[in-house]
């Protein structure tokens, strides 16, 4: 019995590395072939897709959640106008953007929007719209660059910042460090393949679909997203913001649907001209990956500057 056990065992972790080797060299030739790369001027390369088209009015940078890849911003940008050019990314060490040398701090993610910005959106007035983590780095882009033209901002289940550095050793926290790095550990053994870790993608095109079981397949990207989780720990205060804020909440799947309302409404302080949208049959990730709620978003990137 133990032999046939450890057998079943064996046999289970080569299915599950072939899969994974499998995905991970099939959604490199796909992004490599799909995506562009944008040179950076210290160094290495930053995964980038977008658009502009001849006489846009308005450029948009969309700033991913933790751990996930440019794609779940799909929705959105197939109802954006054609008026509205913009530029999606994988930050430093997801998919085919090289790793920071160092920690992923949020100056250091600042300086690839800046540098995205002067590439692909030059002479435009700017939106930054962001998803969790990116929600949050999006608004700090917004309130650090005073000096640029910066229209709003849409910041989409965002990152609290006061909400995360409460959790700093209690039981949520250290449940979230265990959940990336097994994770890491499920990706490496090709397992995830199998039982992918993201299950909204079905609501995506069948390539997209593929494409973000490939990307989650990789092990650096836990190993990336572990890495952000950490340091946004020590991520600044977001200074007050001049442009108009947008917060979109998605109450569906919260543990306590009323405490994540409240959070996510104080962030009122960031702007005097401050919109709360709460979506009440939304989660966390479907509020992007479900088309009736990403239009919401889109409408709110082309209309959000008159708030």
């Known amino acids: 019995m133990e032999r046939k056990f450890a057998v079943g065992v064996a046999a289970l972790l080569l299915h599950g590395w072939t899969f994974g080797a ?22 290495g390369v930053v995964e980038v897709h977008g658009r502009r088209a001849e006489g846009a009015e308005l450029g948009v940078i969309f700033c991913n959640g933790l751990g996930l890849p440019h794609e779940q911003w799909d929705w959105v940008c197939g109802n954006l106008p054609d008026n509205v050019a913009y ?28 540098e995205l910005r002067d590439r692909y959106l030059g ?10 983590l990116g929600g949050h780095l999006a608004a700090a882009y917004a ?8 229209s709003h901002v849409v910041m989409v289940d965002p990152l609290v910042l006061g909400q995360l550095k409460a959790l700093r050793g209690g039981p949520d926290d ?5 959940q990336l790095l097994i994770e890491r550990v499920w990706a490496a053994s ?21 494409s973000i079981t490939d990307f989650h397949a990789l092990p650096s990207v836990w190993a990336t997203a572990y890495r952000e989780y950490v340091t946004a720990f020590s991520y600044p205060a977001i200074a ?50 479900e088309e009736t709620h990403a ?10 500057g008159m708030a």
């Open 22 to 43: 499998r995905a991970r060299a099939r959604g490199r030739r796909y992004r490599t072939a799909a995506f562009g790369r944008m040179d950076r001027p210290g160094g």
């Open 87 to 114: 530029v999606r990314y994988n930050r430093p060490g997801y998919g085919l953007s090289s790793p920071l040398p160092g920690a992923p701090t949020a100056e250091e993610q600042l300086k690839v929007i800046d």
């Open 123 to 132: 002479g435009l007035p700017l939106v930054l719209a962001g998803h969790s």
């Open 143 to 150: 309130a650090s660059r005073t000096e640029g033209d910066v």
């Open 174 to 178: 250290l449940w979230r460090r265990q």
């Open 190 to 210: 090709g397992l995830n393949v199998l039982r992918p870790s993201s299950p909204v993608r079905e609501t995506y095109a069948e390539e997209t679909r593929e």
């Open 240 to 289: 007050r913001l001049a442009a108009p804020v947008h917060v979109v909440t998605a109450l569906r799947t919260a543990r306590n649907a009323e405490g994540h309302r409240r959070a996510q409404a104080g962030l009122r302080d960031l702007s005097g001209r401050f919109r709360h949208h709460v979506i009440e049959d939304a989660d966390h990730m479907r509020v992007l990956a």
């Open 295 to 304: 239009r919401t978003v889109a409408e709110l990137i082309v209309s959000g």
